[in-house]
């Protein structure tokens, strides 16, 4: 098994770029999410989805869209890059109440 | 509001000297409480899921417990390997969020 697949690994964006964030996982998880890691401050919630063609925002949200259109695939689309947007992001994915299901993460700089 | 307090934000041990790491929880109610392990450049990997107040899970050298308002983890004779960020999050009843502390860095000298 796979597990949950995110890509890429390192990506590198100019200020106002818009990019898609990868992450697929192959465990047949209903839950999938997206945090973002920064020093001193853990893992945030960015946006969740509980199924196919449900989604719904997190703790911080602004800057960031989701879809959820199959099972397996759950994509993070940045809109306009900032530089607070640089961040190390997770992916992750889980049965609803187990636990959760990690991505390798992708390290994101927006100069 | 649902929060998630880790302490102490970082441990250092020699080889073999054991000790707890603390989690405390604000939850308006529990669904269940996990551990994870975090390497440097990698993602959380999960260790624990506790469910109620009294549980106790073991692994190795790490050994979970849980009251209704806070969970240790406690470390037996650590060795360097065991150095790693440990997270701890907690799912509430009302929704399917996990919410996670900051974490207690911990490094284990030979």
């Not at chain 1, 890059?81 to 997770?90: D, E, I």
């Not at chain 2, 529990?30 to 692994?59: C, H, I, N, V």
Request: proline share 5%.
């Amino acid at each position: 098994n796979a597990g949950v697949t995110q890509t890429p690994k390192f990506q590198v964006l100019k200020t106002g770029q818009s990019m898609t964030l990868q992450c697929a996982q192959d465990m047949n998880h209903e839950y999938m999410s997206w945090y973002r890691q920064d020093p001193g401050m853990g893992l945030r919630l960015i946006h969740y989805s509980v199924g196919a063609g449900i989604t719904d925002q997190g703790e911080v949200p602004n800057g960031y869209n989701v879809s959820r259109s199959t099972t397996e695939d759950f994509p993070l689309r940045l809109l306009s890059a900032a530089p607070s947007q640089t961040s190390v992001y997770f992916c992750a994915s889980s049965f609803l109440g187990g636990e959760a299901f990690f991505g390798q993460g992708t390290r994101l700089t927006v100069v | 509001e649902d929060q998630v307090t880790q302490s102490p934000e970082a441990l250092r041990l020699q080889e073999g000297e054991s000790s707890s790491l603390n989690c405390s929880y604000t939850v308006s109610g529990l669904r269940g409480l996990f551990w994870y392990r975090q390497d440097p450049g990698k993602g959380p990997e999960f260790l624990f899921t506790l469910y109620s107040a009294g549980e106790e899970k073991e692994k190795e050298r790490l050994k979970a417990t849980l009251t209704k308002k806070e969970s240790f983890l406690h470390i037996t004779a650590p060795k360097p390997e065991d150095s790693a960020t440990y997270l701890c999050a907690v799912q509430a009843t009302t929704g399917n969020q996990f919410y996670f502390g900051t974490g207690t860095s911990l490094t284990v000298i030979p």
